[in-house]
């Protein structure tokens, strides 16, 4: 009877043990995968770091007002003093497949943000620093929107840059 349960204690030590690593420690691992059917989630890495909201509730929009377009997601996590990313556009339509710039937060633009653990100036896109967002799925029945993006900012009160990679977001939107 020792014997038995020692056996099965050992095998399942080591069924745990292979499970662990099975576990990647590559922080692109742990991003949500780029899916594109509103699954609800958000994820890129900052400066080699995951920031991860699969909460599927954070606000995602795309609104026709007064004869033009404006578009915005944002997203929570706590990574490296960040605790939210919004990317947008004022008075700028969606399209698919192309590469769009992420530019200052001005009419007829892209733009991304990034805001800050304390009561700062949020971090910007600038022509300076800039990236990208690519669409890839957009659809108005069902509302969905997925996209893949980068870009650099810079914290306004420490200098301290932020490269934003291997970004991804599926979500629902709001007209």
């Given amino acids: 009877m020792k014997k038995t ?17 099975k576990k990647s420690n590559n922080p692109i691992d742990q991003l949500p995968p780029a899916t594109q059917t509103g699954a609800g989630t958000f994820g890129c890495l900052v ?6 909201d699969n909460s599927g509730f954070f606000n995602c929009f ?13 997203a929570e996590d706590n990574v490296s003093n960040i605790k939210a990313i919004a990317l947008g556009s004022l008075k700028k339509e969606i399209v698919i497949d192309e590469i769009i710039p992420l530019n200052l937060r001005v ?8 805001d800050f653990n304390v009561l700062q100036q949020a971090g910007s896109t600038t022509e ?10 957009f659809t108005t029945n069902p509302n969905i929107v997925s996209a893949t993006f980068e870009f650099t ?3 306004p009160a420490t200098g301290i840059v932020y490269e ?4 991804r977001f599926d979500a629902k939107f709001t007209q």
């Fill in 5 to 21: 349960f020692l056996l099965l204690l050992l095998a399942f030590t080591f069924a745990c043990d292979k499970d662990d690593d």
């Fill in 47 to 52: 400066n080699g770091k995951p920031f991860v």
């Fill in 62 to 74: 795309y609104q026709f007002v007064e004869r033009e377009y404006y578009f915005g997601i944002q």
């Fill in 107 to 114: 009419n007829n633009e892209f733009y991304a943000l990034l």
């Fill in 128 to 137: 300076q620093e800039d990236g990208f967002i690519r669409f890839t799925r």
């Fill in 153 to 155: 900012v810079t914290d």
């Fill in 164 to 167: 934003i990679t291997e970004g």
